[in-house]
């Protein structure tokens, strides 16, 4: 790896004023991916400010009083203790299985929440500093589109770039509507929905995401959420852990008797942002919570996505994970 | 010399408590002083010319050293037994991760940071054959011989029921947890290198050709190897750049790959592509097998992997044909790879016998129990011992085959398809020469015992192997032998290879035991009614010391015979039926490999095996994009070996074999045997469940929905 300085954080807001200072300065959270990006040079910081020693690092009920009210995920949280928190099994189990479906227990010890959303794509060919591609170095091309699209995208993408964004937990948080709290060097906190936060690749795959330089993840805000009875993560992938999905799918349910009131569907390695299930969302609610209804919705969904060379079997294999999720909430707990 | 009869116990690794409290050096651990490391940089296309390398800005980075290329390599002898090129001598590229330089600085992040200073430029190569799908109808016959008795498309033609398919299996890599990794140090002429290898003396011979010196100025030292599976076997070019820039920075050199670097540097399986033709009668009698390989190859060298060699062993059948096209290709030299050949020509094999079967409506087994060969159906001879209808035999009973559902797809249980397997397999048995030296002491009636010869331990056992057969060799308690190993000085012996390692060295010490045992009756002068121990007569004629050598050679009569260790597999899959998702709840492996010295180490090498295995079938697969020919898996992330959760409870079960053929100890070998056959077993459990004929591994998800 290239030579770099290496800074200890004391506060937030001095990591916040040293990362504004430099643009080629990066926030060392976990870890667990900056670091092999480094090795790999692919990223070339010529500066580190290390916030794993500030102490950010709760799960904080929102609750003020009886009413039902969400819960605020701090930065620095550990992915592990996230998922094990008991507030989070009861209120968000879907977001404790996404968790947990992701990586390694190793990894999951190390890793932050706000390094999680920010970890950056599993493409192959951005990981190769000897090959195309428009996200590492704009304008060298895409090696994926015409190459080894295996893992790619089928919602979204642009001629520019067709990867996808690898996290299991920001699956989940985008079905439940988080909202990511960043902080600038002005002391402003903007707290962003999933989908001001993701972008899609367009013409600029180089940005992952709306923040600007200088902007620091301070948590993660979970609203009250109603879909704790009901509620499954679905993730497929080559082996049975410790690989990145193929496809997979937060969904949730709220019922009144057997019609869905409410519910969620996001969707992981499909696109270059969690995605959201819109269509099938749209047509399930008010109807009936049967097989019949999750897979006729799960259809629609699939119908817009348009696969690779590689890649063709994600319809079907889409079209299955949404139905089995929303069975799986369905029969949740029983 | 039966007394003690510590041989065939499951003693643990003598090795074991050095290794887990971390105190046993493997070759980049030795505390050698000055210290310089060393960072390979590749070529970055698959074939075409260096017209220009740029160092100056890496030649002033901070700690470098020195720079290394093909402008300023010493000449190397490419033909000294080194595999792969890669030597620095020349512009010309090869493949795509090619060597192309060495940076030397006073530490490994230094030298690498310097290595991505360089810039390189090439003149492209048009012509670069990369595209093995496309290649493959070009491909020729290869050197690998022909087996060819009666016609097989006559009796395809005629048959009741026939086969005729192709099944593929993908590139695969050794990844041994250690990648390969040397210290080079010279003291004048003498030159040693630490290093991981499966065949010491091997080792030493080819960097001493490859650097033009006489062996006896290279010392090879590994007494310890984080695996190897075939390709620490044949070493790469990296041992011999490692004393190329220990020598021109005068100074030791650390180089070891990074795991990134090992996807194209020390060879790796082969993509096959097999068209099995099977013609039966009604009844399940084999009229004829045809097995056709077509592979690829360096593009100035040839290897390929034996996929026929069960074809040629399993099953008695009157007309068979087993042949090989190959195609040369800008991709690194393939080589060995763990049951080379017989791990993934079983697939192919096996699978057809599944789909055979299945038209027959007969079961597996039956079908395999009626073809049974009375010898060797290649070479006619006599067999050394076969006990595969025993495998297959027990296996059903130990598994509870009975209760096997024969029509696919009709056990399901909730959200999951299961379904059961069987397939078999078999490995050569060979002993090879091999030497051995034994040195007694006696201090005070204490006896002890050092026995040594070059062999390696790749972790699976040999040190404790070989104490063992010494300690019962000379009536000794393990604890008074002590095994010396893993260094070249010691007397030659036969290579961890090809299953060879453990019956060549087991059967070295104990003739070394009998040799001074001997001697030390002749010395004695005296009489015996009993044939005393070695021990014992250190004792009684107070001898302090007293050493033998033995140069042990395979047993004079072991060509007449066909010597092979066989398995018969069996695989319960669970296959998720929305997901395709597969899991390997048991797995049982029924081996027939002669003599087990340890049961213990013998059942870590099946059940290693048969994970191998398992990721054959269902996980392992890397990917070359044809437009460059790099490997677009390049790390553990991409290549994906099974995880715990993929594997269910293994159990190993072996045969009781005497074979008093194949050597003197009638032992077989058991480091290969173990993963052939196991891919076929699951496929077709998983034909079993699904009622879907995957002939393409791995079976992934994707090819289950
Ligand atoms: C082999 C492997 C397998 C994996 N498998 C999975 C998987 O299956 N599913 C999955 O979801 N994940 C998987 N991961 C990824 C893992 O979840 C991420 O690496 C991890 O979540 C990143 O968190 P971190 O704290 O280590 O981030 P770091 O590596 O420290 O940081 C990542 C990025 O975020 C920036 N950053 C970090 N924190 C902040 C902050 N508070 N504000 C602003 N910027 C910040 C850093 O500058 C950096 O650019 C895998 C990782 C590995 C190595
Ligand atoms: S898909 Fe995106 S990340 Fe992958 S090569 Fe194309 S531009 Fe790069």
């Not at chain 2, 034996?306 to 059948?317: E, F, I, N, R």
């Not at chain 2, 001997?518 to 004792?539: D, H, I, N, Y």
Request: hydrophobic share 40%; net charge positive; with cysteine.
């Amino acid at each position: 790896m290239r030579p770099f300085k290496y800074t200890r954080a004391t506060t937030l807001p001095s990591a916040i004023k040293e990362l504004s200072g430099n643009a080629q300065s990066r926030i060392l959270a976990g870890g667990t991916n900056l670091l092999d990006l480094m090795k790999e040079d692919v990223e070339r910081p010529e500066a580190l400010i290390d916030i794993t020693h500030l102490p950010h690092s709760a799960v904080k009920s929102l609750s003020q009083g009886a009413a039902k009210s969400g819960v605020l995920l701090d930065a620095l949280g550990k992915n592990s203790e996230t998922a094990n928190h008991l507030l989070i099994r009861s209120q968000y189990p879907m977001l404790s299985q996404a968790i947990l479906a992701g990586a390694s227990a190793q990894i999951r010890n190390m890793a932050t929440n706000g390094g999680n959303l920010l970890q950056r794509t599993r493409c192959p060919y951005f990981y190769d500093v000897a090959m195309p591609c428009n996200k590492r170095t704009p304008g060298s091309g895409c090696g994926a589109l015409e190459g080894f699209n295996r893992m790619h995208a089928v919602f979204g993408w642009s001629d520019k770039c067709i990867a996808v964004h690898p996290s299991d937990m920001a699956v989940a948080l985008a079905a439940l509507d988080a909202k990511v709290l960043a902080q600038n060097e002005a002391g402003q906190q903007r707290r962003l929905t999933f989908d001001e936060f993701f972008r899609l690749p367009g013409d600029a795959p180089e940005k992952d995401n709306n923040l600007q330089h200088g902007d620091l993840i301070t948590g993660i805000e979970l609203p009250a959420s109603n879909f704790a009875d009901h509620s499954y993560y679905a993730k497929v992938r080559d082996r049975s852990s410790y690989a990145f999905a193929l496809v997979s799918v937060a969904a949730g349910l709220q019922l009144n008797g057997k019609q869905i009131s409410d519910v969620r569907v996001a969707m992981g390695g499909v696109a270059h942002k969690p995605w959201r299930a819109l269509t099938a969302e749209k047509m399930l609610k008010g109807k009936e919570a049967t097989e019949a209804n999750f897979k006729a919705a799960a259809k629609a969904e699939m119908a817009a996505a348009k696969p690779h060379e590689y890649n063709k079997f994600k319809i079907e294999l889409g079209e299955r994970a949404i139905a089995l999720a929303l069975t799986n909430a369905l029969n949740y707990g029983s | 010399m039966e007394a003690n009869q510590i041989t065939g116990t499951p003693l643990n690794r003598i090795d074991g408590l050095l290794k887990v409290t971390g105190k046993a050096a493997y070759a980049t651990d030795y505390p050698v002083k000055n210290l310089a490391y060393g960072y390979l940089f590749k070529s970055t296309v698959a074939s075409g010319t260096i017209t220009q390398i740029d160092d100056a800005v890496a030649k002033k980075a901070p700690g470098v050293i020195t720079i290394i290329t093909h402008l300023n390599a010493p000449k190397l002898n490419v033909k000294g037994g080194l595999r792969g090129g890669a030597l620095l001598q020349g512009p010309e590229i090869k493949f795509n991760g090619q060597h192309i330089g060495i940076v030397v600085a006073e530490t490994f992040e230094q030298a690498r940071y310097a290595a991505r200073l360089i810039k390189v430029q090439y003149s492209g190569d048009a012509q670069a054959k990369t595209d093995f799908e496309k290649l493959a109808t070009q491909a020729v016959p290869a050197k690998e011989p022909e087996v060819r008795r009666g016609d097989v498309d006559s009796a395809m033609a005629s048959a009741a029921v026939t086969v005729d398919e192709v099944y593929e299996t993908p590139i695969e890599h050794h990844h041994p947890m250690e990648p390969h990794a040397t210290i080079a140090s010279w003291e004048g002429d003498k030159l040693t290198l630490y290093n991981s290898s499966q065949i010491v003396n091997g080792a030493q011979t080819s960097a001493a050709k490859t650097l033009n010196i006489a062996p006896e100025n290279v010392r090879i030292i590994t007494p310890y190897i984080g695996g190897g599976f075939g390709s620490k076997g044949g070493q790469w070019a990296n041992l011999a750049l490692a004393a190329v820039a220990a020598k021109m920075a005068n100074r030791p050199v650390h180089l070891a790959l990074s795991r990134q670097q090992m996807f194209n540097s020390v060879g790796l399986r082969q993509h096959n592509i097999q068209h099995l033709k099977l013609a039966a009668t009604k009844e399940g009698k084999l009229l004829a097998l045809g097995h056709q390989t077509t592979t690829h190859t360096a593009i100035d060298d040839e290897y390929t992997e034996p996929c026929g060699d069960c074809s040629k062993v399993l099953y008695a059948v009157p007309n068979a044909l087993i042949n090989y096209k190959v195609v040369p290709m800008n991709i690194i030299m393939p080589t060995y790879t763990r049951g080379p050949g017989k791990s993934t020509g079983s697939f192919a094999l096996e699978s057809a016998m599944d789909e055979l079967a299945f038209k027959l409506q007969m079961d597996p087994i039956a079908l395999r129990l009626a073809n049974e060969p009375a010898q060797d159906p290649t070479t006619g001879k006599p067999w050394s011992s076969r006990k595969l209808v025993e495998c297959l035999k027990e296996g059903a009973k130990a598994f509870g085959w009975h209760k096997r559902n024969p029509q696919p797809g009709k056990n399901i249980q909730g959200d999951y398809l299961i379904g059961h397997g069987v397939a078999c397999g078999s490995y050569p048995a060979r002993q090879r020469d091999s030497s051995a030296v034994i040195k007694l002491t006696n201090d005070n009636g204490k006896v002890q015992a050092t026995v040594e010869l070059a062999a390696a331990d790749l972790g699976t056992g040999t040190y404790t192997i070989l104490a063992q057969t010494a300690a019962d060799g000379l009536g000794l308690p393990v604890a008074q032998v002590q095994i010396k190993i893993g260094d070249s000085d010691l007397p030659p012996a036969a290579g961890s290879v090809g299953s060879v390692g453990a019956t060549s060295y087991a059967n070295s010490v104990n003739d070394a035991c009998s040799k001074i045992t001997t001697e030390l009756m002749m010395k004695s002068g005296k009489q015996f009614f009993v044939r005393p121990t070695a021990a014992q007569l250190m004792a009684s004629e107070r001898l302090s010391s007293f050493e033998t050598r033995m140069d042990a050679k395979p047993l004079a009569d072991a060509d007449n015979y066909s010597a092979h260790s066989f398995n018969a597999n069996f695989a319960e899959v669970w296959v998720n039926r929305h997901t395709g998702m597969v899991k390997v709840k048991r797995f049982l492996a029924v081996t027939a490999a002669g003599k087990i010295l340890n049961p213990k180490t013998a059942r870590s090498q099946i059940i290693g095996g048969n994970v191998w295995g398992i990721g054959m079938a269902l996980t392992e697969e890397s990917v070359i994009d044809p437009r460059w020919g790099n490997f677009i898996t390049r790390s553990f992330a991409d290549y994906h070996v099974p995880v715990n959760l993929d594997v269910g409870n293994l159990e190993a079960i072996f045969i009781n074999e005497d074979d008093k053929h194949a050597n003197k100890l009638g032992v077989k070998g058991i480091g290969e045997v173990g993963i052939v056959g196991v891919a076929g077993a699951i496929a077709n459990a998983i034909f079993n469940a699904t009622g879907k004929r995957v002939r393409e591994l791995p079976i992934t998800p994707d090819k289950l929905i």
